[in-house]
């Protein structure tokens, strides 16, 4: 019997009582009527799906997080009509999050390239450029000869001296081409290249993203950040808030995964506040994702 049956069987006095008691307790400012919804399963938990793949697509963007809003989010506090006030808030933590770096003179050998940004073939599952080889370019990549990796490297799309790469620090071993065209050729020129122990060297410009651990020390140290389901934010997980004047932050989560991230909400609760800091843990123990602490765990 789930939480929600069991809870509609309560006698109704029962229910009173236990409104009423909630009502007190948020009065002092802790979380009663948020946790029985919490325990109730009325807020349930749910997982990003994240996948490693050779796709640019499966780089969660911290490089691009709310860049559009002006390292903005949306906070909502007490009002002086009892309800939320809706505010912008800067998160100057945010201000050099990331840190990019363009080189213009990059060279490397055609194997060290470990993932694309674009193909006809992108929303297959394929962890390697090997597998993309094998197994969506064999006319191209057979027979294991010199003269069918020099086919391949003719191709108009593949232009060895002017390349566009991008690596990022928190996907480790994969530095990206940049590719509109040629996905196919390249893959299996790579294959031919290993298989054939021909060295072939790639130069152009590379893109380095990296973390900037000061920024996220100070960010872990400000707020404590979770992923909680879009479709939950403005129904009764704010209202179990607002009853105990809990100010919080709202904002979009970093993109991955062609759009995946749009069934998330940022929650950001200030640290070392008291009622935040109940709502923090109880999400916490409720087993909801913590932003906070994979942002801890980046290179």
């Keep these: 019997m789930t939480a929600n049956e069991l809870n509609s069987r309560r006698p109704l006095w029962r229910k009173i009582y236990q409104a009423l008691q909630d009502e007190l307790l948020d ?12 325990n109730n399963g009325s ?15 499966s780089v969660v963007c911290w490089h691009t997080w709310l860049k559009y809003e ?32 363009i080189s213009e003179s990059f060279c490397c050998d055609i194997t060290a390239v470990g993932g694309l940004s674009a193909s006809s073939y992108c929303d297959q599952e394929l962890s390697s450029l090997d597998a993309f080889a094998q197994q969506c370019c064999q006319e191209l990549a057979m027979p294991l000869t010199r003269d069918r ?19 990022f620090t928190w996907m480790p071993a994969r530095l990206y081409w940049n590719n509109v065209d040629g996905a196919h050729h390249f893959a299996a ?18 893109n380095t993203c990296s973390i900037n ?18 479709g939950i934010v403005y129904g009764g997980f704010k209202d179990a808030l607002l009853r105990v004047k809990c100010p919080f932050g709202l904002s979009n989560p970093p993109q991955w995964e062609n759009g995946d991230d749009r069934r998330f909400r940022v929650i950001w609760l200030e640290r070392q506040h008291p009622v935040p800091d109940r709502v923090s843990r109880m999400l916490a ?10 942002l801890s765990e980046l290179k």
């Excluded at 799906?49 to 050779?54: I, N, S």
């Excluded at 123990?285 to 994979?294: D, E, N, R, V």
């Design 285 to 294: 123990q409720a087993g909801f994702p913590s932003l906070s602490q994979q």
């Design 213 to 230: 651990p000061q920024k996220i020390r100070q960010l872990a140290a400000q707020w404590d950040l979770f992923l909680v389901p879009e």
């Design 43 to 57: 807020f349930q938990a749910k997982y990003p799906q994240r996948r490693d793949t050779l796709w640019l697509r």
């Design 70 to 101: 002006q390292n903005c989010i949306r906070y909502l506090r007490l009002g002086y009509d009892g309800d939320y006030e809706y505010l912008q808030r800067h998160i100057p933590q945010l201000d050099g999050l990331i840190n990019s770096e």
């Design 189 to 206: 020129a790579r294959f031919l290249a290993t298989q054939l122990s021909q060295p072939v060297s790639l130069t152009g410009q590379l």
């Design 149 to 167: 990796l020099n086919r391949n490297l003719s191709h108009h799309g593949l232009r060895h001296s002017e390349m566009v790469f991008s690596q």
């Design 27 to 38: 009065s002092f400012g802790y979380p009663a009527t948020f946790r029985r919804r919490l």
